[in-house]
């Protein structure tokens, strides 16, 4: 075992037992702290696949400020611990579809033919990485922040309308 | 071997080992912050001490100089207090989770051409990523505490925080442009004749608006504020831990006004050749750093702090687009390769028209803040 | 941004002064000579004994009843060393209590307390708050050792603040009645 | 108090909650033990809750069992920063009972100590306002270092740097030193160059503007229906000060004018202060010109001061406001009733008024432009 698969399984589990926590934690801040572990984790396996760009983005936009919100919003709620069981009369169906996500996962993960080599990670420069997104990719990169801005002038939209009311 | 990253030079410092050199410099970069951080709260006592006319601390040592070691002694061995109702496992990791990013930043700085601990192809973009973990870490404080001034303090901590790299990020994307790189050695190595600043004096101004309050300073000391919420998220700390905050603080401080003089005022080559003897490059960056940081000090003591509302507004409404502005200047100039005085002008224009435009709504500062209206609806939604 | 910079300038101009402060447990700065510490006993070298005779009119007179005193006969009036027929006997200052009114001192008529005028007056911390209850002793101490140069004793049993010099005995009479009748008022 | 509806539209479930906030006894931002239960609706306060009565020492009750002279020493204790006003104030209410005409002299010291007790008790504002405002501690250690030469003026005078206890029925406890006028005028060059460091720090500056512009409005009516006095009131727009008004002691032989703001706003009640401490230099000045030698002491001062049957109310122009007392007197040599009117208890009672709708770090501003002693309040 090379010292990179080493890094590699220490990092899976800290994902996957992050992700674990984000079900299992009955209180909803713990929750989103062990969502952003597991977001951390993530971007440590890209940092492993030579993706800096991409790991970056990940901290960045999930560790920094995605998560925050999330937590900011449960922060100012009253709710501390999930009440009640956790379970409930759609265990059986909560299961199966569980358990057929995961099996399409997998299925996904190790039926598709990947293109390029996926003995060693490709090394992509930003360079590459912003020459593709304004040239081949520029339409859905554009259409993307279209959609963001028109959310963004909803929601403004949506607490200016709230408020007049 | 497998690359574990694209990074332009590998060079070692001791061992011929990747994983044993990072070790190594890892710890020099954790043993001597800590050294840094004593140095500074003297400093900074110091300093505040002679601009309100005081002495300062005298009594530990020459000057008072022990007087950081004597405090870390103290904070040592105080009691570690924990209050009993406070959410054990956040209480406790948050004092990590915001020192930790702080060193991890540390990583990318380089201080000089020879002193660095990685020289990253993304270093800037990194620090910035980085440095925004810790915002989580005041998050958890501030809840884990079960405190509500810290929860208070939490709260405009992460309001404050996540605003506020949005146009840090930004101005230094302006500079990014510029250089066309985001390799803090290749953007200091294109200062050699002019700094950025002549270049972006918009984009500087944004940036250190903008580090100042990431540093949570004053006038943008509103999660700390200590006759508002007591100092925030901090407030249950004790001892140790609670040093944890200030080492954070401190670190930040430096490494902020670091990446400031490297990325404006020409890091360790300006104003002299890109071949500099070691000595004036770290004495050329010792000077700007402390620059900064002496001018944070320097407002701290000067400076009321402005409230919520109006951080946000100044955030949003003001520093927002103006580092937009500067970005698409930077643009048109880049596209249409017009001269580069060209972009001294647009930007400084650019500058002086924020500057009147903060003097004017201040001025008439019951307009934009007004406390009813427009600031309430703020307050409601936060 | 003008009056930002404006109060930058302040401090950096205040920055350039001599700092106003002084380093207080090493150096300490004088003090006026009325300033009032906390009342102590005055010792009259001459006679070698206590100016106070313990007639308690400062106990009387002060407002928080932080006085106590006992007299007695004074014996060396026996022995023919002393004019005065009666001396202190217990004298009990409770520190805790003074307030520094100055009131003990104008009363006096034998100019036999002063308030400290020196750091000694102020400075003191005990871990108990029965030692700052001072006996005689400890109220004579500063002045039979010297420590207690020229105490401010001008005002002192001149009509200025209104309080009368001397005792002659009917004021004393009716005085005491006039307490009296306060005290059931 | 607004009614807010907590729910979130679409969201019944989702309720959120006010936070209750206790800002004091012990709390950086309080002025004493003043102690205000915030209710906050994020950072907008609902309502305000102001809790007194930690400092309540019966300052009214206990001058019942003490010689009217004894009495000085707690009226120094009621507003512990404007300690020669209180005393100004008592000793004059005690001079129109009996009837006694305090000697020229010590009038005279009587004003000038009185207003450089109004400059300190200023300073001390300002510099409690700065730290509120923000900054981080520079205001008050300005203000203190000027604070510091008044005092250690007091201090040769009187031989106290807090509790005087020197003003008496009929004149003062004793003169004051033979270079009195020199160590005057060094004073008030000391506070014309340090009001100037507070200025700079304070007047103009855009953070302060944009912090206490429009803050807390009151109007002429509002401010008179709460019964506030002092800068409030004259930050309102009403001239009306008691120096002015109802001239006591020797007032009215100087030449000084009443500051009044605009708007009625925190920064005008800043700048009001900030005018009325350079108003004092100037009625110290005069004063100090105007000073004759003479005795100190009324003449035929008894050795037991009984007050004949009467009852007053006298009042002073404080640095917070209108400071009266009430004394009925018996003809014995103890007051038979004995009420002190704090300035900051009226001021106070608007701040309830005052804070709701603004932000929770607008109230601590608020709460400081008051400027309570709550010594005062208490009593």
């Not at chain 2, 104003?271 to 000595?279: E, G, L, M």
């Not at chain 3, 006026?32 to 007179?61: I, M, N």
Request: proline share 4%.
């Amino acid at each position: 075992m090379t010292y990179e698969e080493a890094i590699f399984y220490v990092i899976a589990a800290v994902t996957v037992a992050g992700g674990l926590g984000v079900v299992i934690a009955r209180n909803v801040i713990h929750s989103a702290l062990f969502l952003i572990m597991a977001l951390l984790g993530v971007a440590a396996v890209y940092v492993l696949l030579a993706s800096e760009f991409l790991a970056i983005v990940q901290v960045l936009v999930y560790g920094g400020a995605v998560t925050i919100l999330i937590l900011f919003a449960m922060m100012l709620t009253r709710v501390r611990d999930t009440a009640g069981p956790m379970d409930g009369p759609q265990r059986p169906i909560a299961a199966l579809a569980a358990t057929i996500f995961l099996g399409t996962t997998v299925l996904a993960v190790t039926q598709t033919e990947w293109r390029g080599n996926t003995e060693e990670a490709t090394v992509i420069s930003i360079y590459e990485i912003g020459e593709v997104l304004f040239t081949t990719w520029a339409m859905p990169f554009e259409i993307a922040s279209l959609v963001l801005m028109v959310s963004l002038i909803g929601a403004i939209v949506l607490a200016r309308g709230e408020e007049g009311e | 071997m497998r690359s574990i990253g694209s990074y332009e030079t590998v060079t070692f410092l001791l061992a011929e080992n990747v994983w044993l050199d990072a070790l190594l410099r890892m710890g020099i970069v954790a043993l001597l912050v800590p050294v840094g951080v004593i140095l500074l709260t003297w400093v900074e006592r110091k300093v505040i001490g002679r601009l309100q006319q005081r002495l300062g601390p005298m009594h530990v040592g020459p000057f008072g100089l022990l007087q950081g070691l004597a405090d870390t002694i103290k904070l040592m061995t105080k009691e570690d207090v924990r209050p009993d109702s406070a959410d054990r496992p956040t209480f406790e990791l948050a004092v990590f989770v915001i020192v930790v990013p702080v060193f991890m930043a540390a990583v990318a700085v380089p201080f000089t051409s020879d002193i660095f601990v990685r020289n990253m192809t993304l270093g800037l973009f990194y620090f910035l990523a980085v440095s925004s973990l810790g915002i989580v870490g005041f998050v958890m404080a501030g809840w884990g505490s079960d405190n509500k001034y810290a929860l208070l303090g939490g709260v405009r901590a992460g309001a404050q925080l996540i605003s506020y790299e949005i146009p840090l990020i930004l101005s230094a994307v302006a500079v990014a442009m510029l250089g066309q790189s985001l390799n803090l050695y290749t953007l200091v190595n294109l200062q050699d004749n002019t700094p950025f600043i002549a270049y972006q004096p918009l984009a500087f101004i944004i940036f250190v608006i903008a580090g100042l309050a990431e540093l949570y300073r004053q006038p943008f000391d509103i999660p700390v504020a200590e006759t508002e919420v007591v100092g925030g998220p901090s407030v249950e700390y004790s001892g140790i831990r609670w040093s944890m905050f200030q080492m954070g603080e401190f670190v930040s401080l430096v490494l902020i006004s670091a990446l400031a003089s490297l990325i404006f005022l020409g890091g360790w080559i300006w104003p002299f050749s890109a071949d500099n003897a070691t000595w004036l490059q770290v004495s050329l960056m010792v000077v700007k750093t402390s620059a900064f940081i002496l001018f944070f000090m320097w407002m701290r003591v000067s400076v009321p702090r402005l409230r919520i509302d109006q951080l946000m507004a100044l955030c949003w409404q003001i520093l927002l687009p103006f580092a937009f502005l500067q970005i698409i200047i930077n643009g048109l100039v880049l596209v249409y390769d017009w001269p580069n005085w060209t972009l001294t002008i647009l930007s400084g224009t650019a500058a002086i028209a924020m500057g009147t435009l903060i003097y004017h709504i201040a001025r008439r500062s019951g307009v934009l803040y007004q406390t009813s209206g427009a600031a309430q609806r703020v307050g409601s939604v936060l | 941004m003008l009056g930002i910079l404006k109060a930058l300038k302040t401090t950096l101009r205040a920055a350039m002064r001599k700092p106003v402060t002084v380093q207080y447990p090493t150096e300490k700065k004088e003090l006026p000579h009325r300033s009032r510490g906390l009342p102590v006993l005055l010792w009259d070298f001459e006679k070698d004994e206590p100016f106070c005779t313990g007639c308690q009119v400062c106990a009387r007179y002060c407002p928080v009843d932080c006085i106590t005193v006992t007299m007695k006969d004074n014996p060396k009036k026996a022995a023919g060393k002393s004019k005065r027929k009666k001396i202190v006997d217990q004298f009990y200052l409770d520190y805790a209590r003074c307030m520094r009114c100055d009131i003990c001192v104008e009363v006096c008529n034998f100019d036999a307390i002063v308030m400290n005028n020196t750091w000694e007056g102020v400075e003191l911390s005990t871990y108990d708050r029965q030692d700052l209850v001072l006996d005689t002793d400890a109220l004579l101490k500063q002045s039979r050792t010297g420590q207690l140069k020229d105490p401010f004793r001008e005002p002192m049993g001149v009509a200025h603040s209104g309080w009368s010099p001397k005792v002659e005995e009917e004021e004393e009479a009716e005085e005491t009645k006039a307490s009296e009748e306060g005290g059931e008022g | 108090m607004a009614t807010i509806d907590y729910t979130i539209p679409g969201e019944p479930d989702l309720e959120t909650v006010d936070i209750n906030i206790n800002v004091g006894p012990q709390h950086p931002a309080t002025h004493g033990v003043f102690r205000m239960v915030l209710t906050v609706d994020g950072e907008l306060v609902t309502d305000v809750d102001p809790v007194i009565g930690y400092m309540h020492r019966g300052n009214e009750k206990l001058p019942e069992n003490c010689d009217y002279r004894q009495v000085i020493g707690y009226h120094d204790r009621t507003d512990y920063l404007a300690q020669f006003n209180t005393e100004h104030c008592f000793v004059e209410a005690i001079e129109k009972l009996t009837g006694i005409t305090p000697t020229e002299r010590s009038e005279y010291i009587r004003v000038i100590l009185a207003e450089l007790n109004r400059i300190t008790s200023h300073l001390m504002f300002i510099g409690a306002f700065g730290t509120d405002v923000g900054i981080f501690g520079t205001s008050f250690m300005y203000a203190f270092r000027d604070r510091e030469y008044v005092q250690d003026f007091f201090e040769e005078i009187t031989g106290e740097r807090m509790m005087y206890n020197y003003f008496r029925p009929g004149g003062v406890a004793w003169d004051v030193p033979d270079n009195f006028r020199e160590r005057c005028t060094q004073v008030l060059d000391h506070i014309n160059s340090g009001l100037k460091d507070l200025e700079g720090l304070i007047v103009d500056n855009e953070v302060v503007l944009a912090r206490c512009r429009g803050l807390s409005r009151v109007s002429i009516e509002d401010a008179i229906n709460w019964g506030l006095s002092g800068p409030l009131l004259r930050a309102t727009g009403l001239e009306y000060d008691l120096r002015k008004a109802e001239p006591y002691s020797i007032y009215d032989r100087f030449d000084f004018d009443i500051p009044t703001g605009k708007a009625g706003d925190v920064y005008d009640r800043v700048l009001i202060r900030l005018d009325e401490m350079k108003q004092s230099v100037r009625i110290v000045e005069q004063a100090l010109a105007g000073m004759p030698d003479g005795p100190i002491m009324a003449e035929g001062m008894k050795r037991i001061l009984r007050v004949p049957e009467g009852e007053i109310y006298m009042r002073v122009e404080g640095p917070r406001g209108e400071y009266g007392v009430y004394i009925v007197a018996t003809g014995t040599d103890k007051p038979y009733r004995h009420k002190v009117r704090g300035a900051s208890f009226s001021n106070l009672s608007a701040l309830r008024a005052m804070s709701i709708g603004n932000y929770l770090s607008d109230v601590i501003i608020i709460l400081g432009s008051i400027d309570i002693v709550l010594c005062e309040v208490d009593r």
